[in-house]
Protein backbone atom coordinates (compact mmCIF):
# COMPACT_ATOMS: atom_id res chain seq x y z
CA UNK A 1 0.00 0.00 0.00
CA UNK A 2 1.56 3.35 -0.81
CA UNK A 3 2.58 5.54 2.00
CA UNK A 4 0.99 8.80 3.14
CA UNK A 5 4.21 10.63 2.00
CA UNK A 6 3.95 9.36 -1.69
CA UNK A 7 0.31 10.12 -1.88
CA UNK A 8 1.08 13.78 -0.62
CA UNK A 9 3.90 13.85 -3.06
CA UNK A 10 1.33 12.86 -6.23
CA UNK A 11 -0.97 15.84 -5.30
CA UNK A 12 1.70 17.92 -4.88
CA UNK A 13 2.53 17.39 -8.56
CA UNK A 14 -0.83 18.04 -9.58
CA UNK A 15 -1.05 21.28 -7.57
CA UNK A 16 2.19 22.32 -9.45
CA UNK A 17 1.06 21.07 -13.04
CA UNK A 18 -2.57 23.13 -12.26
CA UNK A 19 -1.05 26.38 -10.97
CA UNK A 20 1.44 26.25 -14.37
CA UNK A 21 -2.04 25.47 -16.39
CA UNK A 22 -3.57 29.07 -14.93
CA UNK A 23 -0.61 30.75 -15.40
CA UNK A 24 -0.21 30.17 -18.79
CA UNK A 25 -4.13 30.41 -19.32
CA UNK A 26 -3.72 33.87 -17.49
CA UNK A 27 -1.35 34.86 -20.12
CA UNK A 28 -3.32 33.86 -22.91
CA UNK A 29 -6.09 36.05 -21.89
CA UNK A 30 -3.75 38.85 -21.36
CA UNK A 31 -2.60 38.83 -24.30
CA UNK A 32 -5.83 38.18 -26.45
CA UNK A 33 -4.86 41.53 -28.25
CA UNK A 34 -1.25 41.98 -28.57
CA UNK A 35 -0.41 42.33 -32.40
CA UNK A 36 3.10 42.83 -31.76
CA UNK A 37 5.66 40.92 -29.77
CA UNK A 38 9.40 41.34 -29.59
CA UNK A 39 9.94 38.72 -31.99
CA UNK A 40 7.44 40.44 -34.23
CA UNK A 41 3.96 39.37 -35.16
CA UNK A 42 0.85 38.67 -32.42
CA UNK A 43 1.20 36.87 -29.48
CA UNK A 44 1.12 33.37 -29.87
CA UNK A 45 -1.00 31.42 -27.27
CA UNK A 46 0.19 28.47 -25.04
CA UNK A 47 -0.37 25.39 -23.56
CA UNK A 48 1.24 23.63 -20.77
CA UNK A 49 2.09 19.86 -21.93
CA UNK A 50 1.41 17.09 -19.23
CA UNK A 51 4.03 14.24 -18.53
CA UNK A 52 3.26 11.63 -15.80
CA UNK A 53 6.28 10.15 -13.75
CA UNK A 54 6.66 7.02 -12.47
CA UNK A 55 6.22 7.47 -8.72
CA UNK A 56 7.48 3.79 -7.47
CA UNK A 57 10.72 2.26 -7.40
CA UNK A 58 10.57 -1.28 -9.98
CA UNK A 59 10.87 -3.37 -6.80
CA UNK A 60 7.55 -1.75 -5.36
CA UNK A 61 4.22 -3.32 -5.29
CA UNK A 62 2.12 -4.15 -8.06
CA UNK A 63 0.02 -1.23 -7.18
CA UNK A 64 2.90 0.95 -6.24
CA UNK A 65 4.76 0.52 -10.29
CA UNK A 66 1.52 2.15 -11.46
CA UNK A 67 1.68 4.99 -9.18
CA UNK A 68 2.36 8.44 -11.56
CA UNK A 69 2.70 11.63 -11.01
CA UNK A 70 2.21 14.72 -13.23
CA UNK A 71 4.65 17.01 -14.41
CA UNK A 72 4.53 19.95 -17.23
CA UNK A 73 7.15 18.94 -19.50
CA UNK A 74 7.11 22.07 -22.09
CA UNK A 75 5.00 24.71 -22.81
CA UNK A 76 4.04 24.42 -26.85
CA UNK A 77 2.88 27.40 -28.78
CA UNK A 78 -0.93 26.49 -30.67
CA UNK A 79 -0.19 26.35 -34.31
CA UNK A 80 -3.86 27.60 -35.12
CA UNK A 81 -3.82 30.29 -37.75
CA UNK A 82 -3.67 33.93 -36.59
CA UNK A 83 -7.58 35.37 -36.38
CA UNK A 84 -7.34 38.58 -39.06
CA UNK A 85 -9.53 41.41 -38.72
CA UNK A 86 -9.89 45.05 -41.52
CA UNK A 87 -8.30 47.37 -39.19
CA UNK A 88 -7.03 50.17 -41.76
CA UNK A 89 -5.92 52.90 -39.41
CA UNK A 90 -4.27 50.23 -36.91
CA UNK A 91 -0.51 50.80 -36.84
CA UNK A 92 0.29 46.88 -37.29
CA UNK A 93 -2.24 47.41 -40.17
CA UNK A 94 -0.59 45.44 -43.67
CA UNK A 95 -1.29 47.74 -47.08
CA UNK A 96 -4.44 45.89 -47.40
CA UNK A 97 -5.72 47.12 -43.92
CA UNK A 98 -5.26 43.68 -42.30
CA UNK A 99 -4.38 43.05 -38.88
CA UNK A 100 -3.60 40.12 -37.00
CA UNK A 101 -4.29 39.28 -33.92
CA UNK A 102 -3.58 36.53 -31.43
CA UNK A 103 -4.98 32.90 -31.48
CA UNK A 104 -6.62 33.44 -28.49
CA UNK A 105 -10.51 32.35 -28.32
CA UNK A 106 -11.62 33.86 -25.00
CA UNK A 107 -14.37 31.22 -24.12
CA UNK A 108 -11.86 28.25 -24.47
CA UNK A 109 -9.31 30.05 -21.70
CA UNK A 110 -12.24 30.45 -19.70
CA UNK A 111 -12.97 26.92 -20.00
CA UNK A 112 -9.28 25.87 -18.88
CA UNK A 113 -9.20 28.39 -16.67
CA UNK A 114 -12.53 26.56 -14.75
CA UNK A 115 -10.96 23.29 -15.06
CA UNK A 116 -7.72 24.22 -13.88
CA UNK A 117 -9.25 25.16 -10.96
CA UNK A 118 -11.02 22.40 -10.35
CA UNK A 119 -8.01 19.82 -10.71
CA UNK A 120 -6.27 21.92 -8.06
CA UNK A 121 -9.50 22.31 -5.60
CA UNK A 122 -9.26 18.15 -5.84
CA UNK A 123 -5.19 17.85 -5.35
CA UNK A 124 -6.08 20.35 -2.32
CA UNK A 125 -9.03 17.53 -0.99
CA UNK A 126 -6.61 14.58 -1.53
CA UNK A 127 -3.93 16.53 0.63
CA UNK A 128 -6.55 17.57 3.39
CA UNK A 129 -8.28 13.68 3.31
CA UNK A 130 -4.83 12.54 3.98
CA UNK A 131 -3.65 14.78 6.68
CA UNK A 132 -7.12 14.02 7.92
CA UNK A 133 -6.25 10.27 7.91
CA UNK A 134 -2.97 11.12 9.55
CA UNK A 135 -4.38 12.58 11.77
CA UNK A 136 -6.91 9.64 13.03
CA UNK A 137 -3.99 7.32 13.15
CA UNK A 138 -1.80 9.61 15.61
CA UNK A 139 -5.09 9.78 17.16
CA UNK A 140 -5.48 5.92 17.63
CA UNK A 141 -1.73 5.07 19.15
CA UNK A 142 -2.64 7.50 22.27
Known amino acids: MPDMNRIMDIATSGLRAQRTRMTVTASNIANAQTTRTESGGPYRRRDPVFETERVGSPFASALERRLR ?70 KIGQ
Open 69 to 138: AVSVSRIQADARDFVTRYLPNHPDADEEGLVRFPNVNLVEEQANMVSASRGFQANLLVMQKVRGMAEALL
